[in-house]
């Protein structure tokens, strides 16, 4: 490529580090960003089963996490177009204030509508962050260095999972689980702070880079299809969350979600992506599956150890902490020098290493063995995920342009949250028909978590063919 390959104007060589003298700043900035979005994610998760408790919500369960995907997906193909138009800075700032104003109100919510819609404005920040993020990333860092980048931004995952779950847990027993949401804030404003400290440097990124290949037309256009598909992802889990197997107008209202999806999703990405074709479009389709099967299982994993297990909250977090680990070391692995050009194959690798674990958090659930055993089955699925993804960024950004940063960085989150709203939505779904009662459902839990271990194993041959 002309331009994805070379260093920015200003930027050091790039045999400096991550931390070096000329990144050091940007990187604390970026990591602090995403540490606050992963607390937000782990703690949340072992928090929800008491809010769904509480917001007598058990059903909808699911729609508590998907809903805030939905709103992701708007923020993401907003922050494509921002980032195109006027640089990344701008959507940085507002998806902080989004984010933050979003977790206040989930805290202060007294009843599960109100609830959703604090997830809603929290994950429309979210989506605005996470593409800017990597738009930052592209523009500001040398090639060489990217890789090092996303390890280290995997590795801020690290501390959240290991802390987020048993703080959370400990928060939600001790005072209350809107204290969860609420201790969120703060860490915002300081990552806020950070982005402040250090915007300077991002705006000079993005001296002596080319117009965006995509008009103002194009751009418009990118914009209300995002609308569309944050819609249509909208009815499809608002339709489903508490699915029965009878006609109704929810069943309606899923079906015209499910639609509005299949017919915009191949707007927004590359062409070729549902038929993995060789390149950018199976990077995407890999993303999709990767996320799609991963946090289909992962959402339901507390709730099922806790109701069928009866683990405490605590227990149950520790569960999540102890696979997290998985993540941070594939994305290490994929970070070194070693692997350079042969990135697409940790990709297949990744596919397969997320297979072998959900098989075994089947298995452990449906046998009845130690539950304890999940949290080895998620280092597996953790490592899986943390070849595959962080390869994938790195190899999203070295086939384009950087000049088109934004447009792929919004495609690759598009097809990361997508993935994930639609593997919630179905194991969402699957879980409202059959559920019956607490203590009964590890059928249920099965048969959700059997589909989605065929759709992680689709990653193997997308990696495959990556490179074309």
């Known amino acids: ?62 729609l508590a996490f998907s809903v805030m995907l939905t709103t992701q997906l708007l923020g993401i193909v907003l922050a494509g177009v921002w980032a195109e138009r006027s640089g990344p800075l701008p959507s940085l700032y507002a998806g902080q204030l989004l984010f933050g104003a979003g977790c206040a109100l989930c805290g202060s919510s007294s009843a599960f509508g109100l609830f959703l819609v604090g997830r809603g404005v929290a994950g429309l920040g979210a989506g605005l962050i996470i593409v800017a993020g990597y738009v930052v990333i592209g523009r500001a860092y040398p090639e060489s260095l990217r890789p090092k980048v996303f390890s280290v931004i995997s590795a801020a995952w690290v501390l959240p999972s290991l802390l987020g779950p048993p703080i959370a847990a400990w928060v939600t027993t001790t005072f209350s689980w809107r204290w969860v949401f609420w201790l969120v804030v703060a860490p915002v404003v300081v990552a806020l702070i950070a982005v402040l400290a250090r915007s300077g440097q991002i705006a000079a990124a993005d001296e002596g880079v080319d117009a965006s290949s995509r008009d103002h037309r194009q751009h418009v256009r990118a914009a209300w299809l995002g609308l569309l598909i944050a819609a249509s992802a909208g009815a499809l889990q608002w339709g489903t969350h508490e699915l029965e197997f009878a006609w109704s107008t929810k069943t309606v209202v899923a079906l015209v979600g499910a639609a509005g999806l299949a017919a915009t999703a191949p707007l927004l990405l590359p062409s070729g992506t549902w038929v993995m074709r060789r390149g950018l479009p199976s990077v995407m389709v890999a993303r999709f599956l990767l996320t799609c099967s991963f946090f289909g299982t992962i959402t339901y994993i507390p709730l099922m150890l806790v109701n069928e297990r009866g683990l405490s909250l605590g227990a149950a977090g520790a569960v999540l902490a102890v696979g997290s680990l998985g993540w941070s070391t594939g994305s290490w692995i994929q970070g070194r020098d070693r692997w350079a050009g042969r990135r697409d194959q940790l990709v297949s690798v990744g596919g397969a290493l997320l297979t072998a674990g959900l098989v075994g958090v089947v298995a452990i659930t449906h046998f009845g063995w130690n539950p304890y055993l999940i949290a080895l089955a998620l280092v597996a699925c953790g490592t899986g995920m943390g070849l595959g993804t962080a390869s994938l960024s790195v190899l999203s950004l070295t086939l384009t342009e950087a000049a088109d940063h934004g447009s792929t960085s919004s495609s690759l989150q598009l097809s990361d949250v997508l993935g994930s709203v639609l593997g919630i939505a179905a194991a969402g779904a699957v879980f409202a028909a059959l559920h019956t009662v607490a203590g009964q459902d590890v059928p249920v839990f099965v048969t959700m978590w059997l589909g989605l271990c065929v759709v992680s194993a689709l990653v193997v041959p997308a990696g495959r063919r990556i490179r074309s």
């Open 1 to 62: 490529m002309d331009t994805a390959g070379s260093p920015p104007t200003g930027v050091a060589p790039s045999r400096e580090g991550v931390f070096s003298s000329s990144y050091a700043l940007l990187s604390l900035a970026l990591v602090a960003l995403i540490t606050v979005i992963a607390f937000e994610g782990m703690a949340v998760s072992t928090a929800m089963p008491d809010a769904a408790r509480e917001l007598d919500a058990v059903r909808s369960y699911g």
